[in-house]
């Protein structure tokens, strides 16, 4: 006798029985909101301190986009504000996509503010948002921005 299942109850299975998938993240325990705002300034010190120890901060732009997996972007250097990166210049990045759990490939054109860390200075760990950049700023790291 033949038993047919569906993909997607085979699928569910092969989920629910097997170990978690490679990329999952754990869900983050239950805590109050001191506990959360105590969990939050933690990750801020720690994040200024690698900002602080950091190899370069720069600003780029992409001139190619990153292939699959591991792969590379070249870059143009717009701005520096910390380390001996010469502005203007081009470098070139390796980068992880997202199927391989790194930050992500770059598209050309895509620009903004990375950290280039002082274990690995040519891996592309994505670009930094608004609330790094403010952070970076409030502790001097970074200039204010400037009024348009």
């Known amino acids: 006798m033949v038993h047919r299942i569906s993909l997607g109850t085979a699928f569910l299975a092969l ?4 170990p978690a998938l490679a990329c999952s993240i754990e869900p983050p325990p239950l805590m109050t909101e001191a506990e959360r705002a105590a ?3 933690k990750k801020d010190r720690e994040f200024v301190e690698s900002a602080r120890s ?3 901060i720069i600003e ?9 997996y591991q792969s590379g972007a070249l870059v143009d250097v717009l701005q520096v504000y910390k380390g001996k990166v010469r502005k203007g210049s081009i470098l070139k990045l390796d980068t992880l996509s997202s199927a391989a759990c790194g930050a992500g490939g770059i598209k050309r054109g895509e620009r903004g503010i990375i950290i280039l860390s002082k274990s690995e200075p040519k891996l592309f760990t ?16 970074l200039p204010p921005s400037e009024s348009k």
């Open 15 to 18: 989920l629910s029985s097997g």
């Open 39 to 41: 969990e939050n300034a």
């Open 54 to 56: 950091a190899r370069a």
């Open 60 to 68: 780029i732009k992409a001139r190619n986009t990153s292939g699959e």
């Open 126 to 141: 994505g670009f930094l948002w608004s609330g790094n950049v403010e952070l970076l700023q409030k502790e001097g790291i």
